[in-house]
């Protein structure tokens, strides 16, 4: 549910397509009708928050998806962790991803720098790559 916090705190919008739990949701700061989710049905969604639909759904992972990221000043940068022990980049203009990123172990979390040229991954193993 999307809801306008600023004026009555209405509910403008509902966003429903995943098939399991959504485990995180970023908006965009350059587009803020475009929200991003990652979910336990092992895939992504991108979403038009104003017309409350699935504009994409990203679905190359072979596991939970725990987290995702986008890039602030690289508009169609997306970044995903999977509990099928990659990281993945994408570019949200396709349904495909950019580049996998091998871990040993689960992802549970990642994050791009402003520039959009770093990815960190973080996992189970402890270790930030």
Same mark, same amino acid.
């Given at each position: 549910? &999307?809801?306008?916090? !600023? +004026?009555?705190?209405?509910?403008y919008?509902? &966003?429903s397509?995943?098939?399991s739990?959504?485990?995180?949701?970023?908006?965009?700061?350059?587009?803020p009708?475009?929200?991003?989710?990652?979910?336990?049905?092992? =895939?992504?969604?991108v979403?038009d928050?104003n017309k +409350?639909?699935?504009?994409?759904? &990203? /679905?190359q992972?072979?596991?939970?998806?725990? =987290?995702?990221a986008?890039?602030d000043?690289?508009?169609?940068l997306?970044?995903s962790g999977s509990d099928?022990n /990659?990281?993945?980049?994408w570019?949200?203009r396709?349904?495909?991803?950019?580049?996998?990123?091998p871990? /040993? !172990?689960?992802?549970t979390s990642?994050?791009?720098?402003?520039e +959009?040229? =770093?990815? !960190? =991954?973080?996992?189970?193993?402890?270790?930030?790559r």
């Amino acid at each position: 549910m &999307l809801w306008d916090v !600023y +004026g009555d705190n209405l509910n403008y919008n509902v &966003l429903s397509g995943h098939k399991s739990a959504v485990l995180e949701v970023k908006w965009r700061k350059k587009d803020p009708s475009n929200i991003i989710s990652c979910s336990a049905d092992k =895939t992504l969604g991108v979403w038009d928050s104003n017309k +409350g639909r699935c504009i994409r759904k &990203l /679905t190359q992972h072979n596991g939970i998806v725990n =987290t995702c990221a986008i890039g602030d000043n690289v508009p169609n940068l997306i970044v995903s962790g999977s509990d099928d022990n /990659t990281a993945r980049l994408w570019d949200d203009r396709s349904k495909w991803q950019v580049a996998v990123m091998p871990h /040993t !172990y689960q992802v549970t979390s990642v994050a791009v720098d402003s520039e +959009g040229e =770093t990815v !960190y =991954t973080g996992g189970i193993d402890n270790i930030i790559r």
